[in-house]
């Protein structure tokens, strides 16, 4: 059998690359310009190979009762690893995916195709243009995870975006974010404050080593207007071979103490990683 070979393509943000994994016959690597962007395992669409991806798929899987059918809307696209998830295990779902990248799109779709089945349409536009455009009360769940190279883009991290994502989920939908920082996290607490300011319940999943400072890293936030299963969370989360942390309530007010909600023109990028934080090779 011919081994699989490395792809490398200029797209339309950077240059993109899908190295195979030696351990799994038909699983890969997507990463910009260095950077990690997504891992996919084809004959196994469940396995989540980042912590931060787990992460997410825990709190998807606490959200309904086992395979019932969401409609989902992705902004940020990378290999289609969340969408191919919840394809699997809630089939019948419908979903979107907003890429900005049309190339990253076309590379992903020619060589890591999608079953015909999926029920997960793919859109190359602006996350946050799109998102204006959405009808209202459409989605069950938003999952926003954006980089432009390794940080979030500013636009997507204001009090005038996050309301627009408010308007887009129905009244018992979540809101799920990847986000990156370091202490003394000025921007996890600003969109904490920021997302707090508009959803009544907000939580944050991340390494213990992340919360305390020592490192770099992601961190996912949660916001709904309703109780999120935070007991179960912490279960799942703490089980994971890098085990995180699910902060709320009152230890996660005292973190975001001091931080106000973002507007647009005082909007920033995440931080920039240090050196090797994220890249490979």
Request: aromatic share 6%; proline share 8%; charged share 25%.
């Amino acid at each position: 059998m011919t081994e699989p070979i490395p792809v490398l393509r200029d797209v339309d943000h950077g240059t993109a690359k899908l190295m195979p994994d030696v351990d799994r016959e038909r699983a890969w690597l997507l990463t910009v310009d260095g950077a990690p962007q997504s891992y996919v395992d084809l004959d196994a669409p469940t396995h989540l190979e980042f912590e931060y991806a787990r992460r997410l798929g825990h709190v998807l899987d606490t959200l309904a009762e086992p395979g019932r059918p969401l409609d989902v809307l992705h902004l940020g696209g990378g290999a289609l690893t969340l969408p191919r998830y919840v394809a699997a295990t809630r089939p019948g779902s419908r979903q979107d995916v907003v890429e900005a990248d049309r190339g990253l799109l076309e590379l992903v779709a020619a060589h890591l195709p999608l079953p015909d089945d999926a029920g997960i349409a793919l859109h190359a536009a602006d996350a946050r243009g799109w998102l204006e455009d959405a009808p209202a009360d459409s989605a069950d769940v938003l999952i926003a995870d954006v980089f432009g190279g390794s940080r979030v883009p500013a636009h997507l991290t204001s009090l005038a975006y996050a309301r627009e994502a408010e308007r887009v989920l129905r009244a018992g939908g979540v809101y799920l974010a990847n986000l990156a920082d370091a202490a003394p996290f000025a921007f996890l607490r600003s969109q904490l404050a920021t997302f707090a300011a508009v959803f009544e319940e907000v939580a944050l999943i991340a390494e213990p080593g992340v919360l305390r400072g020592r490192r770099f890293g992601n961190a996912v936030l949660a916001a709904a207007h309703h109780p999120l299963d935070t007991a179960a969370l912490a279960r799942l989360t703490a089980a994971d071979a890098f085990p995180a942390r699910v902060e709320h309530g009152a230890a996660l007010r005292a973190f975001v103490a001091g931080a106000e909600p973002v507007r647009d023109e005082d909007a920033v990028p995440s931080p920039e990683p240090p050196g090797g934080a994220f890249g490979i090779g």
